[in-house]
């Protein structure tokens, strides 16, 4: 349930509606608003009776909450959250592109990457640090190293970076190191990272998991608000299905059904719905065209020589191309929304 405070309320009436929700044995959360105050009750395991509040004085509105994720919802927040990455903002009607290598092999393959990838206009520099590989025999990631060549790529580009962190026992560094921290498809419900990332004081890109339903990948996110880390930027990057033409399903649909359920920026990693280079660039058109907030895409300056996920990275060429397409697109699809809904 959602207690909304009339616009005249003081501090002390809205002090009042906590400290009864609190008696009640509910926990209680601010939510921000641009007008009035609202206060949300979180740990009911039912429906509220919504009377004891209304009664108190400066109350206006008690709205039942229906869905199972409650900070990551429109019903509790109507406007669009804006994720602060470093210096770019992400969400609302803004266009990011996340681009760089599936891996950081070495400093010059980051660093030629980076330099390319910027000069075709991306924001932001991705890479893994820490790979998790279905195989154990496959190249694992440069971990701490590549850490330190991520902070060289924003130390000399000035591009925020991105890198996925894998464990726990990982996150301090990674959150030192890097200003958006990605958690992979594979971890989208391990919930002690879920938790960690609840007390990070960096933004957090979390992948649905490859086989999640839309409502179990916004409980993970509603893990890490919960926590008190209201910075999360969603990415669609395809499920499990029976086709064989691509390495998963991107499921577009998502990125509609988020935008309406949730306040929450979402982007579109097309490289690993597709796992092959073909699809990528008419996939992130697709993505924009229907209302993902950026895409986080794969590239490299020599694919074939990759240590991983080769076959999906575009070549610089291709990449330029793409912000082209994309920026076009986004600049005659971002006005169909509205806080929500796509107006018709
Ligand atoms: C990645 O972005 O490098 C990655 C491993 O992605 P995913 O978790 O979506 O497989
Ligand atoms: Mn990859």
């Known amino acids: 349930m959602l207690v909304v405070m009339d616009q005249k309320a003081t501090p002390h009436q809205v002090d009042a509606v906590v400290k009864t929700i609190e008696s009640l044995g509910y926990a209680t959360r601010a939510i921000p608003g641009g007008q009035r105050v609202a206060i949300g009750i979180l740990n009911n395991p039912g429906p509220v009776d919504p009377s004891p509040f209304l009664a108190l004085p400066g109350v ?24 602060r990455v470093g210096s770019v903002a992400v969400g609302n009607s803004r266009l990011t592109i996340m681009a760089g290598p599936c891996a950081v092999e070495s400093d010059t393959q ?13 924001h932001m520099f991705r890479g893994g640090a820490f790979k998790p590989r279905t195989s154990p025999y496959t ?22 970076v991105v890198t996925e962190v894998v464990d726990t026992d990982t996150f301090d560094r990674v959150e030192e190191t890097v200003d958006l921290i990605q958690i992979g498809t594979r971890n989208m419900q391990n919930f002690s990272l879920l938790r960690r990332a609840g007390r990070a004081r960096k933004p957090i890109l979390l992948k649905r998991g490859m086989s999640a339903t839309i409502d179990e990948w916004l409980m993970a996110a509603e893990y ?18 029976f086709a064989h033409h691509s390495r998963n399903t991107l499921d577009l649909s998502a990125v509609a059904v988020v935008r309406k359920e949730s306040h929450l920026p979402v982007i579109v990693d097309p490289s690993h719905a597709a796992g092959r280079r073909d699809q990528v660039i008419p996939l992130s058109r697709a993505a924009v065209a229907v209302g993902a907030h950026g ?16 076959a999906q990275s575009l070549y610089p060429h291709q990449f330029e191309a ?20 796509p107006s018709v």
């Open 60 to 83: 206006k509105d008690a709205i039942p909450v229906t869905r199972p994720y409650k900070l990551v919802s429109r019903e509790f927040q109507a406007e669009d959250t804006v994720v």
């Open 110 to 122: 980051a660093m030629t990457i980076a330099r390319l990838v910027q000069n075709a206009g991306a």
């Open 139 to 160: 190249f694992q990631g440069l971990g701490e190293q590549g850490l330190e060549i991520l902070a060289r790529v924003r130390r000399e580009t000035g591009l925020p």
């Open 224 to 241: 890490i608000l919960e926590g008190g880390n209201s910075q999360v930027i969603l990415c669609e990057r395809g499920v499990r299905t």
């Open 295 to 310: 895409i986080l895409v794969e590239v490299h300056h020599a694919p074939e020589k990759a240590m991983s996920d080769g």
């Open 322 to 341: 793409l912000c082209r397409q994309i920026r076009a697109i986004f600049d005659i699809s971002a006005g169909t929304w509205e806080s929500g809904e």
